[in-house]
């Protein structure tokens, strides 16, 4: 069975407040194990799934716009092209070169919109006075091995690229609020 873990957090559980923008904000330690048959390369995103964007506490209007995100997510973090031989991610390996599987590559989050760096991981940061919100690690086994995009590539182009190439997901979902 295709999984992702991490022990640091629990499935259905709280997020580290270490691996969160109130704290060091860095990756969470991620393994996997039971890649089908066939897997060439992984992918993995890190998503918001409660991103209220028509509130008006929004500052940020260009993402309110029709189609600029799939419902309410936010898009935290994405890299691809992780080569089949690796099966974890170290602790703080988003942004450290020496820490990042060869050929892996981050892409453009949305949190550019909010002046962040948009391509490395960033930790949950919900507004304060909601409830926690859902974030969901998702990884993809891929049967091939690059998916030849380039580090400005955003979130629904690279779900367009996925098409015909998945083979498997697991997935890893925790919560985080003020």
Not at 26 to 48: C, H, M, Q, R, Y
Not at 134 to 154: D, G, H, Q, R
Not at 168 to 173: E, G, M, V
């Amino acid at each position: 069975m295709f999984s992702l873990t991490s022990p640091e957090i629990v499935e259905q559980g709280l997020i580290p407040t270490r691996y969160t923008a109130d704290g060091e904000n860095v990756l969470p330690p991620l393994s996997w194990s039971g890649a089908p048959e066939g897997a060439k390369s992984f992918a993995l995103t890190f998503i918001d799934l409660d991103m209220p964007v028509e509130e008006t506490w929004n500052p940020y209007p260009e993402i309110q716009k029709v189609g600029a995100f799939p419902g309410d997510i936010l898009v935290h973090w994405i890299i691809c092209d992780i080569p089949s031989s690796v099966t974890s991610l170290a602790e703080g390996a988003s942004g450290n070169s020496e820490l990042l599987p060869p050929g892996a590559k981050e892409l453009t989050s949305e949190l550019g919109a909010f002046g962040l760096s948009a391509n490395k991981f960033f930790g949950p940061a919900p507004p304060v006075g909601h409830r926690a919100h859902k974030y969901t690690f998702v990884l993809y086994a891929l049967n091939v091995a690059t998916l030849e995009l380039s580090p400005e590539t955003i979130y629904m182009d690279f779900i367009n690229a996925l098409k015909e190439k998945v083979l498997a997901t697991a997935s890893l979902t925790a919560y985080f609020g003020h």
